[in-house]
């Protein structure tokens, strides 16, 4: 998997656990209620299920880049926050390669929860073991 | 999205010293439960999943999520918004070495937009110091702030 063009291999979460929202509610030191009690979600107009945190759905992203290259080392990511995840969803992380050069690869990412909907854009660059 | 000359500024923080007090360090259980929370094993070379480059940097950082927000006169509470965050790292995260957060606000900036009205756009910079002072990473975050009350 080394050419410009490839797809690299799909990372899935299913389902996303409410469960390990509240660890990263202690790993963040953040405990914002919206991840911790969907009562809170529904007071405000935000679903009806509890949301997983932005990092969490990042690291989704780079155990996908992990994956997808043995060895190498994650330079550089930029994400984009564009929806929501929320508990109990399937979510893929996903990414193509852009570049290839001087020993590193720069791919395009994506997480997209199962109905389709986009959660994460943003790009990446791995240097190559 | 348009800057709103027709509404009060947001507060001038552009500057403000996000620097933090307290060594930040990877711990190396609580590296291998986030690991697992989100589906691998940690790895055996003992670095850190790199997501830490986030927690280290919000945790270590000299202001919590809502002294951040208060600082921007806006309440935690009404929902602040991840917009995005770029890291660029120099080097992996080690479990155990201790990290230094130097950091500032580099920007608010009141908006419109359709989908959310009125809102402060947040631009925030933070690094990652090794006990020598190196810079491993270097982190850019942007927060949006709803101003409901401005739409």
């Known amino acids: 998997m080394t050419a410009v063009g490839d797809i690299l291999p799909e990372f899935v979460v299913d389902p996303v656990d409410a469960e390990a929202m509240k660890e990263w509610a202690v790993f963040l030191h953040d405990p914002n209620p919206i991840h911790l009690d969907a009562t809170v979600v529904q007071a405000k107009g935000l679903g009806d299920r509890v949301i997983n945190q932005g990092p969490a759905n990042v690291a989704y992203v780079m155990n996908m880049l992990a994956a997808a290259f043995p060895g190498a080392t994650l330079t550089a990511i930029e994400s984009r926050f564009v929806d929501n995840v929320y508990a109990g969803e399937r979510v893929v992380a996903s990414g193509a390669i852009t570049a290839i050069a001087d020993g590193a690869v720069t791919c395009t990412i994506a997480l997209v929860a199962g109905d389709g909907r986009p959660v994460i854009t943003g790009t990446a660059s791995m240097r190559l073991p | ?151």
């Open chain 2, 1 to 151: 999205m348009a800057t709103l000359p027709d509404l009060p500024p947001p507060p001038d923080v552009a500057g403000m010293s996000l620097d933090g007090t307290e060594p930040f360090t990877v711990d190396a259980a609580e590296n291998a439960a986030l690991c697992r929370s989100t589906g691998v094993e940690p790895a055996a070379d003992g670095s850190a999943h790199p997501i830490y480059y986030f927690i280290a940097t919000q945790v270590g950082m000299g202001k919590t999520v809502a002294g951040l927000c208060a600082a921007c006169d806006f309440d935690v509470d009404d929902g602040p918004m991840m917009g995005s965050s770029a890291v660029r790292f120099a080097r992996p995260i080690r479990i155990g070495e201790p990290y230094r957060v130097s950091g500032e606000i580099t920007g608010l900036v009141r908006k419109r937009s359709r989908k959310l009205g009125v809102m402060d756009v947040l631009d925030y910079r933070l690094r990652l110091h090794d006990a020598a002072g190196a810079v491993i990473l270097e982190a850019d975050n942007i927060w949006v702030l709803p101003r409901k009350e401005l739409a």
